[in-house]
Nanobody, 115 residues
């Protein structure tokens, strides 16, 4: 059974930083691409960043240059380092993967950027 558990969200001031983590179980973590998505209040879920099994990364335009996705295969953990946070980054952040044609999501972690 695939399980993804996010942590690290919270309240941060504009310009601040947070690091999100996603602990994966039930999968051979190193064998799958992983991603971070977010859902701002009242809006649709959007892609934030992805990382392949080989470590290649891609980012949404709104976070390029501020966010960094990484993975530690030894710890079965995905990370999202978020710097220079803006109020518009406020959202529930989800990690995800695709296995056997099915999408798997964590429960999400709330990030609120506000002074």
């Amino acid at each position: 059974q695939v399980q993804l558990v996010e942590s690290g969200g919270g309240l941060v001031q504009p310009g601040g930083s947070l690091r999100l983590s996603c602990a994966a179980s039930g999968i051979i973590f190193s064998g799958y691409a992983m991603g971070w998505h977010r859902q701002p209040p009242g809006k649709q879920r959007e892609l934030v960043a992805t990382i392949t099994t080989g470590g290649s990364t891609s980012y949404g335009d709104s976070v390029q240059g501020r966010f960094t996705i990484s993975r530690d295969n030894a710890k079965n953990t995905l990370y999202l380092q978020m710097n220079s946070l803006k109020p518009e980054d406020t959202a529930v952040y989800y990690c995800s993967t695709v296995m056997g044609g099915a999408n798997y999501w964590g429960q999400g972690t709330q990030v609120t950027v506000s002074s």
